[in-house]
């Protein structure tokens, strides 16, 4: 929600705009807009890429507290000082729920931090990562340092595809799918990964009897949930009988 804006001008206690000497920036920001209200900002170190892609906006920012922060069409998608807690909560209930996970398919995941907590667990043998952004993956593997071994790993498939053409052409089936991808938004890129139809004509199928899918929802809070994590919810429990919810928001809205 919002537009991120890069702000490359600081700003003194008197809200005046000022330069530093030699005429670099004093102070670089992002900025992105939460509500019409309400914006957030970070402080920068720099910006390691930017740029479009056949799908998407897609920035690499080096942000000053928070690490490098990854960016998709204006939304921050994650950063570096607390990914681990949206991708560990992502992977290991579902691959601790499994008797004996062997085989995962992640559909998204471009940046590699799910891939990484999938190979954690000693019964994997084979993890197939299914992106349709290559420009995305290609700047993770460089900047994202904390995910090279997991990119390395001879147990990891990487594929550059859409995730349902990919699921739909294989004849393998699936200990665990995971959905690690962006929100549902109509005309984007993963809009149809969330629908219905996909998930009873192409993903359930392309489960074990014992298989478990997992799929992010977005913002769960009391303000934003409506947002898109409350329709994912009543599509998925029309195609799943059992299932359980496990709910992580990074949403300032959910705390503010």
Same mark, same amino acid.
């Given at each position: 929600?919002?537009?991120?804006?890069?702000?490359?001008?600081?700003?003194?206690?008197?809200?005046?705009?000022?330069?530093?000497?030699?005429?670099?920036?004093?102070?670089?920001?992002?900025?992105?807009?939460?509500?019409?209200?309400?914006?957030?900002?970070?402080?920068?170190?720099?910006?390691?890429?930017?740029?479009?892609? =056949?799908?998407?906006? %897609?920035?690499? %920012?080096?942000?000053?507290?928070?690490?490098?922060?990854?960016?998709?069409?204006?939304?921050?998608?994650?950063?570096?000082?607390?990914?681990?807690?949206?991708?560990?909560?992502?992977?290991?209930?579902?691959?601790?729920?499994?008797?004996?996970?062997?085989?995962?398919?992640?559909?998204?995941?471009?940046?590699?931090?799910?891939?990484? /907590?999938?190979? =954690?667990? /000693?019964?994997?043998?084979?993890?197939?990562?299914?992106?349709?952004?290559?420009?995305?993956?290609?700047?993770?593997?460089?900047?994202?340092?904390?995910?090279?071994?997991?990119?390395?790993?001879?147990?990891?498939?990487?594929?550059?595809?859409?995730?349902?053409?990919?699921?739909?052409?294989? /004849?393998?089936?699936?200990?665990?799918?995971?959905?690690?991808?962006?929100?549902?938004?109509?005309?984007?890129?993963?809009?149809?990964?969330?629908?219905?139809?996909?998930?009873?004509?192409?993903?359930?199928? =392309?489960?074990?009897?014992?298989?478990?899918?997992?799929?992010?929802?977005?913002?769960?809070?009391?303000?934003?949930?409506?947002?898109?994590?409350?329709?994912?919810?009543?599509?998925?429990?029309?195609?799943?009988?059992? =299932?359980?919810?496990?709910?992580?928001?990074?949403?300032?809205?959910?705390?503010?």
């Amino acid at each position: 929600m919002g537009e991120a804006v890069e702000n490359v001008s600081g700003t003194n206690a008197h809200g005046d705009r000022h330069r530093a000497k030699d005429g670099v920036d004093a102070c670089k920001w992002y900025e992105e807009e939460i509500d019409d209200d309400l914006k957030w900002c970070f402080a920068l170190n720099s910006v390691l890429h930017r740029g479009t892609s =056949k799908f998407q906006d %897609i920035a690499l %920012i080096d942000t000053k507290h928070f690490g490098k922060a990854l960016v998709i069409d204006g939304k921050m998608q994650s950063a570096e000082m607390d990914e681990f807690i949206y991708h560990e909560c992502l992977i290991h209930p579902s691959l601790l729920c499994h008797p004996n996970p062997k085989t995962v398919f992640i559909m998204g995941g471009g940046e590699g931090s799910a891939a990484r /907590e999938v190979l =954690k667990h /000693e019964t994997i043998q084979r993890v197939v990562m299914c992106d349709i952004d290559e420009e995305v993956v290609d700047f993770c593997r460089r900047y994202l340092t904390v995910n090279c071994e997991a990119f390395a790993s001879d147990k990891l498939c990487l594929v550059i595809n859409d995730a349902r053409a990919e699921l739909e052409k294989r /004849e393998e089936k699936y200990d665990i799918i995971v959905g690690d991808l962006a929100d549902p938004v109509e005309g984007g890129p993963c809009y149809q990964l969330y629908t219905k139809s996909f998930y009873e004509q192409v993903l359930k199928p =392309k489960l074990h009897h014992h298989g478990v899918f997992v799929t992010q929802a977005g913002p769960a809070g009391v303000l934003t949930h409506k947002e898109v994590f409350s329709s994912i919810y009543n599509t998925l429990k029309h195609v799943f009988k059992r =299932k359980f919810t496990v709910l992580v928001s990074f949403s300032f809205r959910d705390i503010a």
